[in-house]
């Protein structure tokens, strides 16, 4: 498996790397508080971070749901979260032109799972010479992300992360498959689990997503104990107040416990 990295953090070559922060950029001041919090944590256990914000949620359940207040904006933010805290940020495009204007501040450019199958965009973030993360859609089974690999590379892309994150499962409900991180791996990617978004229960509020976040631990620990490259999880200081995909994240109070036990479990099965 080719491993890369990204500004001062590493994807593969037997390391875990964490992709953590709120769904979606809501003030400067939220943003730089909850980078400066989750970088300290992770600095603290010893894990590489790469701060996850989206400027815009364009797949939410209903027209009233709030997707974020802008491009313009929340790039912004996020280039002061880089140049202030001194790490990389991955946030999500969803169509080709927003790739250039969001390359020139996101290391990592990130392909919601809903649109993982479409070529332009896969191609026009290859183009950039961006890293690029492409969330597996939930209709997909792990072995046809091959494509999406060959996509990319087609283009030039070189630096890709392949994310599970739970195929669907009857209403309202995912399910993960653990087969598909060793199966994805061998397509020569580092492959990374989005735990928080694997809990999710889509349209579940009618309105809004419910989400289980009670079991976010259990399944970030199977999924390391799977060997994958990275976590992904979005996290919050306070998720009832979050303004998107709060039942599903990760409260800021349990984070330092998670990280310890995920690091330790990355040794343990790294050690054979």
């Known amino acids: 498996m080719k491993s890369f990295e990204v500004e001062n953090v590493t994807f593969g070559d037997g390391r875990l790397t964490i992709i953590a922060g709120p769904c ?23 894990l590489d971070l790469v701060y996850k914000s989206s400027f815009d949620k364009a797949n939410r359940s209903s027209i009233e749901s709030f997707r974020g207040k802008g491009m313009e904006f929340g790039l912004d933010i996020l280039a002061k979260v880089k140049a202030e805290v001194g790490i990389p ?5 969803h169509e080709p032109w927003q790739v250039e204007k969001t390359a020139e501040v996101a290391d990592i450019l990130q392909i919601p799972a809903f649109l993982c199958r479409q070529t332009d965009l896969l191609v026009e973030a290859a183009k950039s010479g961006r890293a690029v993360n492409v969330k597996k859609g939930q209709f997909l089974a792990p072995w046809d992300a091959r494509n999406i690999v060959e996509k990319i590379k087609s283009a030039g892309g070189e630096k890709i992360l392949l994310t599970e994150r739970g195929v669907s499962f009857g209403y309202n409900n995912l399910v993960v498959d653990l087969r598909s991180f060793p ?19 889509p349209g579940g509020l009618g309105k809004a997503t419910d989400g289980q976040a ?35 994240q990760l409260p800021l109070a349990r984070l330092e416990k998670l990280l310890i036990k995920l690091k330790q479990i990355q040794e343990l099965v790294h050690s054979e």
């Open 89 to 93: 940020v991955i946030t999500d495009v």
């Open 24 to 46: 979606v950029v809501e003030s400067e001041d939220h943003a730089l508080f909850m980078a400066q919090e989750i970088n300290d944590v992770c600095k603290m256990v010893g």
């Open 214 to 248: 009670q079991y976010i631990e259990h399944f970030a620990r199977s999924a390391v104990a799977c060997g994958v490259d990275a976590v992904f999880m979005e996290v919050h200081d306070n998720p009832a107040e979050a303004p998107s995909d709060g039942p599903n």
């Open 183 to 201: 199966i994805m791996r061998e397509f020569g990617v580092p492959v990374v689990f989005d735990t928080t978004h694997s809990l999710q229960l």
